[in-house]
């Protein structure tokens, strides 16, 4: 029965606190596991954290003291504390990216009911001279219709939704005391590094898209498991494509479509070459395992054979076919005991 008797309603809000809290660990627990495997199941893309939290008991008491209960008192309308309490279990979702937090959103749209969205990004933007915290703040239950969550229809939650620059600001502008009492030039000193931030966010998007587009751009060109079949391999050496990262993938992906390459190795092994030959094109990564793959994997399934317990992974094979095509240039892409077991093999052929 609710009231106007702030000291009754503390007494019965602790006591539903306390009596409640495995069942609202529990209801915390279930809405991260099942935001994980919507966004896990989604175009949503990496995100780098999602995690939960209740909110403490008497912290519940002094957020509604401080936003209700001087209005509801006014109006003499009887209240019960939990009824107030949207954010009583709270999740964080902090994704890579700006762009993603509108696609997590209409995940969360389409699953669970909403009660409220607050969208502290519009917020700053339409503002011409104020920085600040950004991120999307929604009010979750889930929906009468999901039956299997209807012990939690009482448990309402909030999740926030920020990218990972966001995500730094807002734990950095939390320790900068006195916001509202420093004097003018911190507080401009403060609305610079924000702005900085923003920067570094729309930033790091750019640059995101820009690597898509170049990686996108290196699957245009054709490539065959013969110089005949790449049908501009001549124009491609005329054009002088030194060997990066986004046309090695696309060579060496058509040759090894079973194997994942991951981008920091990627980036280590092209730099690799371009020690050893700084000039290096594109066509003749392309004409090195054309010309030399099929020897090197005849080579690795007699050294595998021999030694079950060795690895020879497509890198590997990479470095022997460039060490066949260029001796010159790549005689160190070797070690010094691989090189002079290959060559002795060689001599066999």
């Not at 600001?169 to 923003?198: C, G, M, Q, T």
């Not at 079949?229 to 986004?246: C, H, M, R």
């Not at 160190?332 to 077991?341: D, F, V, Y």
């Amino acid at each position: 029965m609710s009231s106007l008797d702030f000291e009754l309603e503390k007494r019965i809000f602790r006591k539903f606190y306390d009596n409640n809290l495995p069942l609202i660990e529990e209801a915390k627990n279930t809405y991260i596991s099942i935001i994980s495997t919507l966004i896990e199941k989604s175009y949503v893309g990496e995100v780098t954290k999602i995690e939960g939290r209740i909110k403490e008991k008497e912290e519940c008491i002094k957020k509604f003291q401080r936003k209700y209960q001087s209005k509801l008192e006014a109006e003499e309308r009887p209240y019960r504390i939990k009824d107030y309490l949207s954010d009583l279990i709270g999740i964080r979702i902090v994704c890579l990216y700006e762009d993603q937090i509108s696609v997590v959103s209409e995940e969360l749209r389409g699953y669970f009911e909403i009660i409220d969205v607050t969208d502290k990004i519009a917020a700053v933007e339409s503002t011409e001279d104020l920085f600040g915290y950004k991120g999307l703040h929604m009010d979750l239950v889930p929906s009468k219709e999901d039956t299997s969550l209807s012990k939690y229809r009482k448990l309402p939650f909030e999740v926030q939704i920020r990218s990972l620059i966001q995500d730094a600001w807002s734990v950095l502008d939390h320790k900068i005391k006195y916001k509202k009492s420093i004097p003018n030039n911190l507080k401009r000193r403060i609305n610079v590094l924000s702005a900085l931030f923003e920067l570094a966010d729309r930033e790091f998007k750019e640059i995101r898209n820009a690597t898509i587009e170049l990686l996108q751009q290196a699957t245009v060109d054709p490539i065959g498991d013969s110089l005949s079949d790449s049908i501009d391999e001549i124009s491609l050496a005329a054009s002088g494509k030194t060997v990066n990262a986004f046309n090695f993938l696309r060579v060496a992906g058509h040759f090894f479509k079973e194997f994942e390459f991951e981008d920091y190795k990627v980036d280590n092994f092209v730099q690799d070459i371009l020690k050893q030959d700084r000039d290096f094109k594109r066509a003749d990564l392309h004409k090195s395992l054309v010309e030399n793959l099929k020897m090197v994997k005849d080579y690795r399934d007699q050294l595998l054979a021999e030694n079950p317990e060795s690895t020879f992974s497509p890198y590997t094979s990479i470095r022997h076919c460039l060490y066949s095509y260029d001796r010159e240039n790549f005689g160190r892409i070797l070690s010094k005991g691989a090189r002079e077991h290959f060559d002795e093999w060689l001599k066999d052929l």
